[in-house]
C-alpha cells in the first residue's frame, strides 16, 4: 500500500480498543492521533507512549484523542493497557499497517539515532521489569522487530491532516510537535 498524506480521506470505522470501548476512527468531535508502534512491550516504544501518558491532559485539551496501534495480538497487549490513559489497538494481522502504508525494514534498529534511545529504553525497561512493574516482552514475534512507527492527525470530516512515517524505530512525532499540528489543523478548520 503506498504511503498517505495530508487530504487523504480515511473511511469512517470503530476500532477495538484493548479492555476498552471501542473508538470511532474519525472521531466526530476531535481530532485522533491514531500511531503506529512496534510490539506489545517493546522498550522503544514504551519510552515514548510513558511520554504521550505524562502529557495526556494537555493532549486532550488540544482536542486530540490518542489512539496507539500494535502489531500483537490483544491478549498480549491487555497488561500495559492498563497503564495508559488511551487506547490500544490490536492488529495482529496488521490490516491497519498495510492499508496506512507503514512499513518495516533493518533501518529501525540500524540507524545510529536510535542508539540512544534504545540504550535509555532497555535500561529504564530493565530496572521497571526488575522492580515487577512491567514484564518483558514475549520472545514470539510474528511480524518481527523491525517496524517503523507512523503517526497520522486524522480531522472529523476523516481527512488526515498531517503524517509522519518514521525512518527509525524512535522516529516519532513528540508531544510538542502533536499539539503543534493540533493547533494548526483547528486554525485551518476555523479559516474554512
Partial sequence: MPRLSAGAPVPARELAAVGGAPVPVPDPDRLVHLQFRRFAGCPVCNLHLRSVARRHAEIEAAGVREVAVFHSPAEELLPYAADLPFALVADPGKRLYREFG????????????????????LSRSAWRVALRRDRTPTARRPHGRLGLPADFLIAPDGRIVAAGYGRHAYDQWPVDELLALAAEARRTTTAT
Wanted: charged residues 25%; hydrophobic residues 50%.
Fill in 102 to 121: 507503514v512499513e518495516t525494514g533493518r533501518r529501525a534498529l540500524l540507524d545510529p539515532r536510535v542508539w540512544g534511545p534504545i540504550l535509555v529504553a
